[in-house]
C-alpha cells in the first residue's frame, strides 16, 4: 500500500517531512522571482506598488502583501494577493494560482479565465506566491518549494478573516489552479485537512503539472529537479505528488485537458481523476481533441459536456459546477454506471468468469477490460477480466480507469464524473493478424502490467508515451 507522508504547513515556515531513507528537511534558499511581463523585478512591497504583477486587472480592490516572509531564490520577495471584490455582498470566491512552471506567473490565465471570473461577479483572488525557481539558472531548485504551500494557506486565512470586506462567502471558495499552479491547488487540497489549514470547498484544475510539479516540489535544495514523467512507488517524490494524497477529504474537482499537451501527460489526469473516484470524492474530467498547454476555447469544453455546461458561460461554469458537485448528496459520490433510479447490481462472488458488483467484491484480482484495477464499477463490472497472479499494489495509481475516447463518455463516479478523453500516445507500427483482437485508434495498447491487446487495427500505430502507457493513434 501506499505511506503517504506528511506535510507540516505552517504561515511563516514550512517544512516539508519526507519519509524513505530518512527525513529530509528542505532548507531555505532565498532569490527573487522574475515575473513574465515584468520589466523590473518586484524585490519589496514599495517596488510591487511601482512595478505591478502580471496580468493585474482593471477593477484592482486592493493589494495585500501577506506576512508569510522573504522568499524566492534571492530571499527579497513577498507574496502578493490581488483583491478584486465583487459588487453582491456574499459571493462565490475564485483564488486563482497562476501557473509559469514554478520559475515565473504567467499573465495569461488572468487575463482570460480571471477577468471571465470577475465579469461573472465573483470575488477573484490572484495570488502570486513565491517561487522556487529562477530564469537564469531554470535546471537548479534555488529555493523552498513549499513555502508556495504557505502562501495558499495565508491566503485562505486572509480571504476568510476579512470575508465581509471582501464580498466573501466563505463557503464557497474555489481554489482554480493552471500548470504548475495546479498542481499547487492539487497539493494544497490534498493535504489542507490534515495539517487542520482551512481547505477550499471546491478545485477547479486545468492542465495541472502534477508529476513534474511533485519532481520539483520534493527536489533536492541547490540540485538539479528530475524531469521523469512518472513517480516511481515509493519513492520521496509521492510526498508531493497530489495523486498520491487524495483522500476522502479532498474537495469536489473539476479537471480541464487538452490531448495534445506535451508538458501534462492525459494519463496523469486520468490517474488523479481515478483517485478522486476511489476515494469518493466528487469530480468531473473534461478532455478536448488537439489543444496544447492552454486554455483554447471553452465552446470545446461545453461541447463535450453531455449539455452539462453552457458555452456562454465560459470558464465561470467550471467553478459553479466544481460547487455543485460538492453540495450533491452523499450517497452520489460512490462510482456507478448506473442512473439513481437504477438498482444496485449484485454482488455475486468473484470467479474465473468475470467480476461484479459495486463496491467490487474483490479488488485484488479483478481488473477492468483496459487492465486496470480498483474498486469502483469503472474497474469491476461485467467486462471485467477476472486474473489468478493478482493486482499490484501501485496499480491504481500507475494505469487509467478507463481507455478514454474522442467520442465516447465514460461515467465514472455517479451522477457527476463523466470522462470524455483521448490518452497518451505511442510508437513503432504494429500490423494486426486476422486473429488478433487489436485496440482501435486512441485506445491503450500497452505499458506495465498492461494485460489487454498490445497491436493497433490497421491504419494505426502503438506509440510508447511512458513506462504506463501506450496508445493507438494514426500512421504518420
Known sequence: MIILPGVQIALASVHLALQGPGPIMLQTMRRTSTRTYVAARLT?????????????????????????????????????LDIYKSAASNAITVLHLPGGAYLQHVDDTIVDAGAKYVAAG????????????????????????????????????????????????PASIVISGFSAGGHLAALYGTTCTAVANRCPA????????????????????????????????????????????????????????AEKDQLVLTEWMVDFAAALTANGVP????????????????????????????????????????LELGAAPVTTFAPSTHAPSTPAPPMPAPSSKGCGGD????????????????????????????????????????????????????????????????????????????????????????GRNWTGPTCCEAGDYCFKKTDFYSQCKPTP
Open 359 to 446: 463496491p467490487c467484491f474483490d479488488t485484488s484480482h479483478c481488473r477492468s477490460k483496459w487492465g486496470s484495477c480498483g474498486a469502483s464499477t469503472a474497474y469491476c463490472n461485467d467486462e471485467s477480466i477476472w486474473t489468478a497472479d493478482g493486482c499490484t499494489n501501485f496499480e491504481s495509481i500507475l494505469e487509467p480507469t478507463a481507455a478514454p475516447t474522442t467520442s465516447t463518455s465514460v461515467t465514472t463516479v455517479a451522477p457527476h464524473l463523466s470522462i470524455t478523453t483521448t490518452v497518451a500516445t505511442s510508437e513503432a507500427p504494429t500490423t494486426a493478424s486476422p486473429a488478433t483482437t487489436c485496440a482501435k485508434r486512441w485506445e491503450k495498447c500497452g
Open 202 to 257: 471546491a478545485m477547479v484544475l486545468h492542465f495541472p503539472w502534477l508529476v513534474t510539479g511533485a519532481h520539483v516540489f520534493c527536489g533536492e535544495l541547490g540540485k538539479t529537479w528530475s524531469k521523469s514523467m512518472a513517480i516511481e512507488p515509493g519513492s520521496s517524490q509521492e510526498a508531493c505528488y497530489p495523486t498520491a494524497r487524495v483522500d476522502a477529504n479532498t474537495p469536489s474537482t473539476v479537471m480541464f485537458h
Open 44 to 80: 519589496t512591497s514599495s517596488a510591487s506598488a511601482s512595478s505591478p504583477p502580471p496580468g493585474r486587472l482593471d477593477g484592482l480592490y486592493t493589494s495585500i502583501t501577506l506576512n508569510t516572509g522573504l522568499g524566492g531564490c534571492a530571499g527579497d520577495y513577498e507574496p502578493v
Open 122 to 169: 465573483y470575488t477573484v483572488a490572484v495570488l502570486y506566491y513565491r517561487l522556487p525557481r529562477s530564469m537564469e539558472k531554470s535546471w537548479l531548485l534555488c529555493a523552498e518549494p513549499s513555502d508556495a504551500l504557505s502562501d495558499v494557506a495565508a491566503a485562505m486565512k486572509t480571504l476568510v478573516a476579512n470575508a465581509d470586506l471582501y464580498h466573501i462567502d
Open 283 to 322: 469530480n468531473k474530467y473534461y478532455e478536448v481533441s488537439g489543444g496544447g498547454h492552454f486554455l483554447g476555447q471553452f465552446s470545446r469544453v461545453a461541447a463535450i459536456s453531455g449539455g452539462m455546461l453552457d458555452a456562454s458561460k465560459g470558464w465561470p461554469a467550471l467553478i459553479k459546477q466544481a
